[in-house]
């Protein structure tokens, strides 16, 4: 069964600190993978995709990286912001395009 | 570039009716749209895959005749929560898909809808 996992459930830092997000997964097979940011209240906003071949995507203080081999990919947030509180999803795209959800990691910024 | 709008964002009414969600993709023809259920703090559950001009394709456990889904034109489909019950109180979220092979989902903000 195609699952993702992701860890922390829930994570508080305070602003300005780093912090990295952990997804797991077994789809199988793997088009690609995506971290969404998602705002209470508010649809899914795609941050990086990886395919098969690559390591790290980087988008601004966001740096995704991906380990096809042990089926691992961690969302690195660099110098947190305030507006960074919100749900971040690890999504994997199989062979037929259809796609799995994480649970999600809760993320919440303190001043 | 690959903006979703999704209408209302947010709707209040009483049990029994009918409540319809649109779902339309602004700068770009979608040939495939996606609703997905959001429960709180849980992710997003895909309930239909809708092609234009063909039938909507249901996932298991979700009923069809509870949500009809119509994907008249590429560039919009609605989704109609019918005699709705409280039970149906949730996010609801659609998805647009580009043509063409690998073309990523858009999502859209998402309706609140609340059944009194």
């Known amino acids: 069964k195609n699952q993702v996992e992701q860890s922390p459930q829930s994570l508080i830092i305070l602003e300005g600190k780093n912090c990295t997000l952990q997804?797991?997964?077994?789809?199988?097979?793997?088009?690609?993978l995506r971290w969404y940011k998602q705002d209470t209240g508010r649809g899914p906003v795609s941050l990086t995709i990886m395919t098969f071949s690559e390591n790290t995507k980087s988008n601004g203080r966001y740096t995704a990286t991906l380990d096809a081999d042990t089926k691992q990919s961690s969302l690195h947030i660099t110098a947190s912001q305030l507006s960074d509180s919100a749900s971040y999803i690890c999504v994997v795209s199989g062979g037929n395009e259809k796609l799995t959800f994480g649970t999600g990691t809760r993320l919440t910024i303190i001043p | 570039g690959a903006v979703v709008s999704q209408h209302p964002s947010r709707v209040i009414c009483k049990s029994g009716t009918s409540v319809k969600i649109e779902c339309r993709s602004l700068d770009f023809q979608a040939t495939t749209m996606f609703w997905y259920r959001q429960f709180p703090k849980k992710s997003l559950m895909l309930m239909a895959t809708s092609n234009e001009g063909s039938k909507a394709t249901y996932e298991q456990g979700v009923e069809k005749d509870k949500f009809l889904i119509n994907h008249a034109s590429l560039t919009l489909s609605t989704l109609t929560v019918t005699s709705a019950h409280p039970e149906d109180s949730s996010f609801y979220i659609c998805s647009a898909r580009g043509t063409g092979p690998g073309q990523p989902q858009h999502f859209g903000d998402g309706t609140r809808l609340s059944i009194l």
């Open positions: 997804c797991n997964y077994t789809v199988s097979p793997f088009s690609n």
